[in-house]
């Protein structure tokens, strides 16, 4: 029996002859595909008989799949994180953002008008504050929802739409908010709408012809009295200021000086009662300095010391005078 390398060179020479033939001829089964022998199979050929030593593994060959996966993640993370923290991303993200504006204001889409709708009491200096505008603001990357935010902050201003008019214009449409009445809190008076947001401080000596509202938390609760005495306007229209007690309910103070308590309930019936007492026996008109409307079964009225003098004058008569009166009848 012949050793394995014994005919291994001659069948080695005979293909090599064979193919060579083929690739020159451009014939044959397997005629433009180049072939290669393994390396595992040309070291067995041509050293016949010996085995190779395997290699050994290195540590990270040794190391299981699983520890290299959760390796190479945490690493990445940590490395996430680090740029996060100090900023990289968010630099580069506003670098980038800064030279597309750029690139855009040279196109032609830079922001060179902007018209507003609905203003009366809001300056353009405050409107243009809170827009934010410069010369490297594009109309495509304005940010119109953080403009309308910024609007809407403004206190005269109850809402707010900004809009994009390409190339080069932004359109403002506002809704402002109406003063509607005056509210006195300790010395100070303010401007508020009728959601009690307050507007702007009043200057010495400015009083606009509206209804004057007095003490802690009278802003907020001022157009429920307000609206309901419009219905009745024949008080209304006597009404000096309305003052809030304790934060629960209102006394009005008349024009004349007098006062009607009202209850923290049922304002609507307290009115009511007052209205039919001032047609009936001009209650409104009378020298009472207060009438007492809290007690739902019970009308009490306070005279004014004047008035109440002649009352005790009357009842405290002589009866010697009664009598005569009595005769003369």
Do not use: C
Request: hydrophobic share 40%; net charge positive; no cysteine.
């Amino acid at each position: 029996m012949q050793p394995l390398g014994g005919k291994t060179g001659k069948r080695q020479g005979t293909a090599n002859r064979f193919w060579k033939r083929s690739s020159q001829a451009g014939k044959g089964p397997f005629s433009g595909i180049a072939l290669s022998m393994s390396e595992r199979w040309q070291g067995r050929s041509q050293a016949p008989g010996r085995r190779r030593q395997p290699t050994r593994a290195n540590w990270i060959e040794r190391t299981p799949r699983s520890w290299r996966v959760a390796a190479v993640t945490f690493m990445s993370t940590a490395v996430v994180y680090g740029l996060s923290v100090g900023g990289y991303f968010g630099r580069s993200a506003d670098f980038a953002a800064r030279k597309m504006s750029t690139i855009m204001v040279s196109a032609g889409f830079k922001v060179a008008r902007v018209t507003i709708e609905g203003q009366n009491r809001v300056g353009n200096r405050e409107i243009m504050r809170a827009l934010k505008l410069d010369s490297s603001v594009s109309t495509l990357g304005f940010e119109t929802v953080a403009a309308q935010e910024r609007l809407e902050k403004l206190p005269l201003i109850r809402s707010a739409r900004v809009m994009r008019l390409l190339p080069s214009q932004l359109h403002v449409v506002i809704e402002e908010r109406v003063p509607y009445a005056i509210w006195q809190h300790k010395s100070a008076l303010s401007l508020v709408d009728q959601d009690g947001t307050v507007l702007e401080k009043l200057k010495d000596g400015a009083r606009p012809e509206l209804p004057l509202v007095v003490g802690a938390g009278a802003a907020e609760n001022a157009r429920e009295l307000l609206d309901e005495l419009a219905l009745w306007p024949q008080v209304k229209a006597k009404v000096r200021a309305a003052i809030r007690v304790a934060d629960r309910r209102w006394n009005l103070k008349l024009a004349n000086g007098m006062e009607i308590r009202l209850p923290e309930e049922n304002i609507a019936r307290a009115l009511k009662k007052i209205t039919e007492l001032d047609r009936t026996q001009k209650i409104l008109s009378s020298e009472a300095v207060a009438v007492d409307l809290r007690l739902p079964d019970r009308v009490t009225i306070r005279l004014s010391k004047e008035a109440a003098s002649r009352r005790d004058s009357a009842f405290t008569a002589s009866p010697r005078k009664i009598r005569q009166r009595g005769r003369d009848a």
